[in-house]
C-alpha cells in the first residue's frame, strides 16, 4: 500500500470505533435501561480514547508524514490537486487531536458522558445547583481543551473552528447582527399585526401512533432509505452515522403537538439525507464526512423549514393529514393549516421556536456562550444572565430554569460553539434552495406533487457528495456564485410573512 | 497499583472491550437496518481483535508474569488461595488467547460474523449449498485453532474445553451413554402408552401482545431487574451482558404455539439471573464469569424446566394465564393443561423438543461435531449423517435441510463444542434444585405462591456469586456432597413422565 492507501485503511479503523461509539450513545438514547448508565459512560470513554489513539498513534503518523509536514500541514509529496486537498484535512483533524493527551481525551468523554445523564436529572427536576459542578468541570476542560489549541483570535474562536471551521466569531457577529437589523422589527411588525394564525388548531389531541405512521410516509417519500436506517423515539431527536450504511434518526411524539414530531422527523430526514448520500468509498477520510455543522444544519432546515412548511409540500400532505386526523382537520381549509404552521410568536424553548423567533434565540446563546468562554462568567450568574438575555432578545422571562438555561444537552457534552451553526444553516439554505428552484424547473409543482427525487439529488451532487473536498464558504460560492450573506434569508422571511401576516 | 490490581484493572479494560462488541451484535439481532450487516461485521471484528490484543498485550501481560509462570500457569507470588485461584483462572484465558495470533482473531470474527448472516438467509431458503463453502471455512478456522491449542486427547476435546472446561468427551459419553440407556426407554414406553396429552390446545390463536405482557409479568415475579435489563424479540432468543448492571434478553412470539415465548422468556431469563446475580466488584475477573456454558444452561433450564413446567408454577400461573386467554383457556382445568405443556413427542426442531428428548438432539450434535472435527467429515456428507442419525435418535427423517442440519445458528459462529452443554445444564441442575428443595423449606409451596426470593438468592450464593473460584464439578459436589451422575436427572425425568403418562 502507498502511504495515502495506507492512511485510508488506518482512518477507517477511527471511524469503525467511533461507529461503535455512536451505538452505544445511540443505545444510551434509545433503548439502554435506566440503571446502565455508569458502565456505559466507561465503555464510551474507552472507545473515544482508543479512536483518539489511533487517529495520533503511529500507523496514522507515518504514512501522513510521508506526505506532509507534520508541523504546518504543507503538503510535501507529489499529489494530485483532490489528493493535497484530502492530505490537508486529514492532516487538520491530526493536528488538532495531536494537541490533546490521551488522558485529556478520556477524562472529557468520561466526564461529559456523566454530565448528560446528570442535565437530565437536574433538567427534570428544575435543579440548576445539581447540574452547575458538572458544568463547571466542562468549563475548566473547555479552557484546558483551548491551551492544548492555542487561542485563535478569542479563546472562544477556538472552539468555533471545530464546529464552523474556517469561521470567526467576528464573521458569526456581522451575519448575525444583518440578521437582528431585519428581523427585530420584523417580528416587532408580526407582534403589532393582530393577525390570529388559529395555532391552537395545533395543541389539539393527535394521536401518536397515527403521527408517526404519517411521519413514516413522509421519511420514504423524501427518499430516506429504511433498509439502511431507522428511525426510534427518544427524549431529544438526533441523527447519527455508523457509516452511510447505517444512519439512524430519532423523533419525539407529543400528543398536544402536532408539529413537534412532524417537524423534527423532516428535520433529522434532512440530516440522514447528507449522511447516507455521502461517498462511502471515502468513509473514514474527510471526503465523507459533512463540511461543517453550519452545512449540516443547512441540510436539515432546508427540508424542515423551506420545504416542510411551505404551502407547496403542503398541497400534496394536506389532504393526506386530514386523513389521519378528520376529526381535528377534517373542517379547516388548507390555507388556514398553513397559517397556524406557520405562527411566529416569542417563546422560551428553542427546539419549539418558529422559523423567524429561532434566530434569536441562538444569538442569545452565542452572547451568552462568549461571556462564558472569553470573560470566565462564574457558572451560577448563568441563569440570571440567562433570563435578562431573553426578556432583550424575545420579550418574555423563563418560568424556570428548566425552560431556561438547563433546556439544551449542548453544554453538557461540552458544545460551546455548537449553537451558531444552527443559525448558519438558516442563512447556507436559503441562496441554495434560490438555486436549486433555478436549476430545477418546475420544482414547487415537484414538491406540490410529494416528489423529492431532483430536490435530493441536486443536494447529493451539490453538497453531500462534495464532502471536505470544500470549506462552507467555498462551497456556498461554488453553488451560488456569490458569497454568503444575511440577504437571502432576510429576503424569505419577509417576503413569508408578510403574505401570511398581511404586513 | 499492586501487580493484582493492575491486572483487574487492565482486564476491565479487556471485558469494556468485549461488551461494546456484545451491544453490536445484539444490535445486529435486534434493531440493526437490513442493510448494514457488511458494516457491522467489520465494527465487531475490530472490537474483537482489539479485546483481544489487548489481553495478550504488554499491558496484562506485565503484572501476570508478576505473579505466574506464564508457560505453566504456577504462581509464583505469595498470594492467599482465593488470589492463587483468580491468577490461575486468569492465566487460564490469557494462556489460551496469546495461543491465537492476532489475524486468526480477526480473520476469525469476520468469516463468523458474515457467515451468520449467509446461514439466516440459506436457512430461509432451504440452501445448504449456499452455506457449505462458509461452513468448510469455518471448520478450516477450527482446525487452525486446535493446533494453535494443542490437542487435548482428541481434537473435539480441545474446543469442547472452551465451552465446559475440564470436562472431556469422555466423561460427556459416560454421562450421555447412562442417559440414554434410561431415557429410550422411557421415550419408547410414552410413545406406546397411548396417552394423548392434548397438545393442540397450545396451538390455537394467543394474541402475541398477550403473550408479552403475561411473559413479563413472570420475568417481574422472577427478580429479573427491568432496571439494569430489558427484553426484546429477535430471530432466536439468547441472553447477552455488557456488566452486572446491564444484562439484556430477547424472546420470540409465536400466535400459535403458547409455550414457545414463554419458555424462551423464563429460559433467558435464568441465564439473566446468572448475569446480574454476579459480583460486579470483580467484573473483568474469572470471579464475576460464569463457571461454564453447562453450569449457564443449569440456570436457564432449572427455572424454565424444574420451575417453569412444574405443577406448583402453574398452580400460581394458571388462573392468570386462564384471565389472559380465557377463550382457549376458559374451560380447561390445570391438569389439562399441565399434561398439555409437559408432552412427550419426538420432533425436528431442538427448541421446540420436550424436556425429555430434548437431549436426543444433543446426543445427535456431539456425535456429529465429533465426526467433523475427529474424523473430518467432508460439509457435503453432513445433511445425510443428520438425517440418519434423527431417524436413529428419534425415529423421524427430516423434511428439509432447513428443520435438519441448518436448524440452529452455533456452527455459524464457530461454535463446535458447544451443544453437548445444553445437555449437561439438565444434568447439574436437577442434584442442585434437589438440594435447594431440602434446604430451603417449603420450596414447591413458595413457588405455588409465585414466590421465587429464596430460590433465587439462593441460587445466587451457591452458584451466581461464586464464579471461577470452583470448576463445575467442584461446584456441584460443594452443593450436593457427591458427584454429578446421570441418576438424579433420570429419577426426575421418570417420576415426572411416569405421573403424566400413568406408565
Not at 473547555?142 to 464552523?164: A, C, S
Not at 451560577?380 to 432578545?393: A, G, H, R
Not at 425552560?403 to 460551546?416: A, C, I, L, P, T
Not at 440577504?487 to 410573512?497: R, V
Request: glycine residues 6%; hydrophobic residues 40%.
Amino acid at each position: 500500500m502507498n502511504p495515502l492507501e495506507k492512511l485510508k485503511h488506518e482512518l477507517k479503523t477511527v471511524l469503525n470505533l467511533r461507529g461503535a461509539s455512536a451505538l452505544l450513545q445511540w443505545d444510551q438514547e434509545t433503548y439502554m435501561p435506566d440503571g446502565s448508565g455508569a458502565i456505559r459512560s466507561e465503555q464510551i470513554a474507552l472507545l473515544d480514547t482508543l479512536s483518539h489513539e489511533h487517529l495520533v498513534g503511529p500507523a496514522v503518523k507515518a504514512p501522513l508524514a510521508e506526505l506532509v509536514n507534520l508541523d504546518n500541514g504543507e503538503v510535501t509529496a507529489g499529489l494530485s490537486e483532490d489528493e493535497n486537498r484530502l492530505v490537508n484535512e486529514i492532516w487538520r483533524d491530526y493536528h488538532r487531536a495531536a494537541a490533546l493527551p490521551k488522558e485529556f481525551v478520556e477524562e472529557y468523554s468520561q466526564i461529559t458522558s456523566m454530565a448528560q445523564q446528570v442535565w437530565a436529572q437536574a433538567r427534570k427536576e428544575n435543579d440548576f445547583a445539581k447540574f452547575a459542578p458538572h458544568l463547571e468541570k466542562i468549563i475548566e476542560l473547555k479552557f484546558r481543551e483551548i491551551d492544548y489549541l492555542g487561542v485563535k483570535t478569542t479563546p472562544y474562536d477556538t472552539l468555533l473552528d471545530f464546529f464552523e471551521p474556517g469561521m470567526t466569531s467576528a464573521d458569526v457577529t456581522r451575519l448575525f447582527d444583518a440578521v437582528k437589523e431585519r428581523l427585530v422589527p420584523l417580528v416587532r411588525r408580526i407582534a403589532d399585526s393582530g393577525v390570529n394564525t388559529g395555532v391552537e388548531l395545533l395543541r389539539k389531541d393527535y394521536d401518536v401512533d397515527r403521527q408517526w405512521e404519517f411521519g413514516v410516509q413522509v421519511l420514504n417519500d423524501m427518499g430516506y432509505d429504511l433498509n439502511l436506517g431507522r428511525q426510534d423515539k427518544s427524549a431529544h431527536p438526533f441523527t447519527t452515522s455508523f457509516h452511510p450504511t447505517d444512519v439512524r434518526i430519532t423523533t419525539r411524539l407529543n400528543p398536544n403537538n402536532l408539529l413537534s414530531a412532524l417537524s423534527s422527523t423532516i428535520h433529522e430526514c434532512g440530516h440522514a439525507l447528507y449522511e447516507q448520500g455521502m461517498d462511502k468509498d471515502w468513509f473514514g477520510t474527510p471526503f465523507c464526512d459533512a463540511i461543517s455543522y453550519g452545512i449540516h444544519e443547512s441540510q436539515s432546515r432546508l427540508w424542515e423549514n423551506l420545504v416542510g412548511l411551505s404551502r407547496p409540500f403542503w398541497e400534496h400532505y394536506y389532504p393526506k393529514l386530514q386523513k389521519f386526523f378528520p376529526e381535528n382537520l377534517g373542517n379547516v381549509e388548507l390555507d388556514a393549516f398553513y397559517r397556524a404552521i406557520n405562527t411566529v410568536e416569542p417563546s422560551l424553548i428553542r427546539v419549539d421556536a418558529d422559523e423567524a423567533t429561532y434566530n434569536l434565540h441562538i444569538m442569545l446563546r452565542f452572547e451568552v456562550e462568549k461571556q462564558v468562554i472569553n470573560d470566565k462568567l462564574p457558572v451560577k450568574e448563568l441563569p440570571e444572565l440567562w433570563n435578562n438575555k431573553m426578556e432583550e432578545y424575545l420579550g418574555i422571562r423563563p418560568d424556570s430554569d428548566a425552560n431556561g438555561v438547563m433546556q439544551d444537552v449542548h453544554w453538557s457534552f461540552g458544545g460551546f460553539g455548537y449553537f451558531p451553526t444552527y443559525a448558519l444553516g438558516n442563512l447556507y439554505n436559503v441562496p441554495m434552495m434560490n438555486q436549486a428552484r433555478e436549476e430545477l424547473k418546475g420544482l414547487d409543482d415537484q414538491i406540490a406533487r410529494g416528489k423529492f427525487a431532483d430536490l435530493r439529488e441536486w443536494l447529493r451532487t451539490k453538497v453531500h457528495l462534495v464532502g471536505r473536498r470544500r470549506t462552507a464558504a467555498e462551497l456556498i460560492e461554488d453553488i451560488t456564485g456569490e458569497k454568503l450573506t444575511a440577504e437571502p434569508f432576510m429576503d424569505y422571511l419577509e417576503n413569508k410573512y408578510q403574505a401570511i401576516y398581511q404586513l
